[in-house]
């Protein structure tokens, strides 16, 4: 039960505090105190100054099946240390009504002091460590508390530990720091990302397409008929299923928000975790699990008891609250032919360059499109006559969608294998691979092969027909990317597949479109004062969709694939690349809010020197820079045209002759 309560207390949270998450506000403020009461006996008091309107719940439940938040506090290093003598204390308090809740509570206004006595087990310990989570609420939102305490038995002051790295990593830490000048007349670009609306759409799209699903699409009438019919108001039915769709949108929206608290955390973590060799394989397996799902050999649900629970509770309470669980029953319900679209679109969304943000833009555009139909069909009744009947055709979309999360499962093993260099997926055998998942839908399409959950096929339907020869054109268009010819570059799939250079056939390089490239700094830096070039500075990766897009839609390009090829040293540096460093060239790297990361492979080093310098990690990320390192244009990103592209690099160009021009002049 407390496992329970504390996850609706979670989500209950979210919803009061969504509009304030971002500030990180508190209406309380905590402050503590030791009395010592003999030579092992210690009284602790934490106390709670409260803003006005606010109160803060007691550590204890009134009503056992209640609902009303806890305040819990955790005494972390008391093994072996300390014991705890009784419970915590706190003010007395009548149990009183709270509407916010619906049910009778202890909670404290203003000030509350909450008292631990300790005694010692270990005479020579003194510093304890407390964690308090707890929820302060007014009549309208509760907001989510987690504080921690940390202080000596004595008094004394808590010395701050410093965190110093040796010299080698220092002076290794120092080489990353390119003292890069022009910024006065380049300022920093703010990288906007582009594709936030595209995604927004994308998710969205993934939500019609869920309506479609035998699980969703035969709620959509009852669910209507029952905010219509029921409540004997034809406008407060109106209201509740108007209300039943924002919060079908808001608990998608929410299901978002933990990966912006990990992207807060470390500005790389989400990079991190999606090109993270163990996450992509398991994305890989689930992948795989939910196209089988999908074909129907077997379902995927929660818990049957998690939806029993929640319509039970939809029931009990009513209002508001009643209403919010019957979406969230919905979401659970539902979640056999959701979940693998939702996967779809988490997997993307952390292996795409905007990672949180978009998301929360996907998961927007679905919960959307999901509650759309239900609020539509309250507003126009007459609608649901016009909604077809349901029927084998759901079935057909289920596998459709099968052979998409197959095909998909494929990028996140590519994304694994490019980023560990196995050799297992080059590029000719991912779209090999394609090809033949292309034909088996075909084969399914036009009646060729069955699955289970597939009843007796009378006449092939002309939804089938028309969704055959879009897959069989697909195919066509992709039996040139197994080939080792110009039309192998398949550019309308461009960040789907490995990168051309990673191929069963011989290349000229390991570089994009065969062109002459670096992937070492020092290397580069080296080359391009030989050569006497300006240098196009080139933060990409391995699994970098956008990176992929550019190399193969902009870099293709004639004009563009010239400038590079004749005029610009490249040096590509992989910012996921997991390969180790040399032990010797292995380091510690102190930040400046004093943590330490740990410089182990390729992509720790470039993704450091890509931070420190420019103050950015996304990718791709461009940088023209002459030899005393200085830039020669601003800093580029994302940029699909290709005449824009161009233009951005010979202007850069220009002024690496102007500054040569300067510079010969001046040693004249």
Known sequence: MAITKRFFFAILTLVFTVSVFSQNYSPASWEHSVEKISDSDYLIKLTVILQEGYSIYSQYAVEEDGFAPQTYFEFKNQEGNYKLIGKTSEPDAKPKYDKLFDENVKKFKDKAIFSQLISLINPDFNLVVITAEYQTCNDERCILGDDTFKFNLDGSKLEEEAINIDDRSQKLSDELKLNVTGWDKYEKQ????????????????????????????????????????????????????????????????????????????????????????????????????????????????????WSAAMDSRANKIGGFIGVFFMALTLAIVSFSCTGPILGTLLGSSLTADGGAMQLTMGMSGFGLALALPFTLFAMFPKWLNSLPKSGGWLNTVKVVLGFIELALALKFLSNADLVEHWGLLKREIFIGLWIII???????????????????????????????????????????GVTNTKYANLKLLSGFPPPMFYSIYEKASECPLDLNCSKDWQEGLAKAKAENKPILLDFTGWACVNCRKMEEQVWSTTEVYDILSEQYIIISLYVDDKKKLPETEQFDYLRINGTVKNIETIGDKWGTLQTINFQNNSQPYYVLLNHDLKLLNTTNTYEPNPDAYFEWLNIGLQNFKADKKIQSFKFK
């Open 438 to 480: 292309g034909i088996g839908l075909i084969l399914y399409l036009f009646g060729k092969i069955k699955f289970p959950h597939d009843g007796p096929l009378q006449k092939i339907g002309k939804g089938r027909i028309t969704t055959g020869i879009l897959v069989i054109a697909f195919v066509i268009y992709l039996i040139p």
């Open 190 to 305: 703010d990288i906007e990302e582009k594709s936030n609306f595209s995604i927004f759409i994308l998710g969205f799209l993934g939500g019609l397409i869920a309506l479609l699903t035998p699980c969703v699409f035969p709620m959509i009438p009852l669910t209507v008929s029952f905010f219509t019919k029921s409540s004997g108001d034809s406008k407060k039915g109106l209201f509740n299923s108007i209300l039943y769709g924002f919060f079908i949108f808001l608990i998608y929206v929410l299901l978002s928000i933990p990966f912006h608290l990990l992207d807060s955390l470390d500005p790389g973590i989400l990079n991190n975790i999606s090109t993270n060799v163990t996450l992509n394989i398991i994305f890989f397996i689930i992948f795989i699990a939910f196209a089988f799902s999908f074909f129907g050999y077997f379902e995927l649900t929660l818990p049957q008891s």
